[in-house]
């Protein structure tokens, strides 16, 4: 007869055969297995609860664009906002400190959602082109838009104004991060100034309306630019 598959001394038979099995190693191993199964799922869980703030920031900063440009900011509460949303006014306060910050925050919001959706570009490609290529694909996903329409909501409500100057700096020093770390070594911390400055002071006429662009899609207004960079370069 064959005995117990494992017996209490921890040896294993099989076809008359005896094997030593290691339960100290047994017993690491389902640990570390155990301490893994936690880990993704804490990891799980944690992405869903960013992806959920995320969504619940978004549909706020959406919810009091649109009753901005529907009504004017003295045209409607906090109170409509979440009720629009379906949260309640401390989920609000948890956001956002005011009416005028969840309007504004759209433009830092499509900002990084731009940055974190650049498509790749090969290592060697030059720092000015790389500017270029991260210019173009902020402003072809509507940056240039929402800049323009917050302009035109901060005439009308200037109240918004100090919120969208703050949006405005933020993004020139968001730029200028980026770039630098992308320069790192190969170019001199001038230069990166140089491009983010220059980029950014000829978005400026058109967000400020002292240069407009009648038909002219975002992307070539782009190429425009960093063509007269690329000769002053």
Known sequence: MIGPLIEPCGRKRSSGVAIRVNSSLLIRHSCLLGIIIVNVVGMQNSSHREWKRQQTSHALAQAAFDLTQKSGLDGYTIDDVVEQVGVSRRTFANYFSCKEEAVTSLA????????????????????????????????SGGMLDLLIQLRELATKDPALRPYLENVHAEIRRTAQKIVSERAGNSASKLTSHIIVGAAYGALSSVIDGSVTLPGTPPEDFVDKVFAKLRLGL
């Open 108 to 139: 830092l919001e499509q900002l990084h959602a731009g940055i974190a959706s650049m498509p790749e570009v090969p290592a060697d490609t030059s720092l000015l082109d790389w500017v270029k290529t991260l210019a173009r694909h902020q402003l």
